[in-house]
């Protein structure tokens, strides 16, 4: 029993041993070539896979697929409108990426300042408790280094 591949039902002719479409549009999906017949046509469709090696023919019947539902979604841009929409998104998370590297890197010279601030204060009290510890000395029993 020799069921028709759904290119061969939607055109309503035989399907042939031999036909180019069978291996990538089966009975059960309509729909598939339908959508790529509306937007290219069957004659260039079957013109195209015959040019193909073997091996591309089933990714270009995907890509071909892919491409007429976006034409039929949109008609004015199809796959274009996507990849532009795609192309926004990625400049939107870039820019998003950016402004928060930026705001780390101000985070964290805040912190690097306040941090060697507090250092500096730190050493300042420090100093100046050393300070007092030895101001009961007075002049006289301080060392000198010979610097004056």
Request: proline share 5%.
């Amino acid at each position: 029993m020799n069921t028709r591949c759904a290119a061969c039902k939607y055109l309503r002719r035989r399907c042939p041993s031999d036909c180019i479409f069978s291996p990538y549009f089966p009975p059960h999906d309509p729909q598939r070539f339908a959508s790529i017949h509306r937007i290219y046509g069957a004659s260039n469709v079957a013109r195209m896979l015959q040019q193909l090696p073997v091996n591309q023919r089933a990714a270009t019947v995907d890509c071909l697929y892919y491409e007429a539902q976006c034409r039929v979604q949109d008609p004015v841009c199809g796959c274009v409108g996507v990849i532009s929409l795609l192309y926004q998104e990625i400049h939107n998370a870039e820019t998003k990426l950016a402004k928060t590297k930026a705001q780390i890197a101000l985070f964290v010279d805040s912190n690097s300042a306040r941090e060697d601030f507090e250092v500096e204060s730190d050493l300042n009290v420090l100093l100046h408790e050393e300070g007092n510890e030895f101001a009961h000395l007075g002049p006289s029993n301080q060392v000198s280094f010979g610097f004056t």
